[in-house]
């Protein structure tokens, strides 16, 4: 299996592309939407969403959970 060596890795300092945080966090089209609907900040930049690495780490956490809190 061929990962990229970027899969997973979200730095805080960097601002993402929807191509690129789908590809690095291996989402579907539909979760992307469901984080946007959830309240992922995001800004326009042409034509394309653009998402600073803080607000998905800030999104990611937000919605963490754990075995316990799952099961409820």
Not at 1 to 21: F, L, Q, W
Request: aromatic share 10%; glycine share 6%; proline share 1%.
């Amino acid at each position: 299996m061929n990962k990229s060596k970027n899969e997973g890795c979200i730095r805080t300092d960097e601002a993402y592309s929807k191509t690129c945080v789908i590809e690095r966090l291996g989402i579907s089209q539909r979760f992307w939407d469901q984080m946007l609907d959830q309240g992922l900040p995001f800004t326009v930049v042409g034509h394309s969403r653009w998402v600073t690495g803080v607000a998905l780490m800030e999104y990611l956490t937000r919605f963490a959970q754990t075995k316990q809190n799952r099961a409820e």
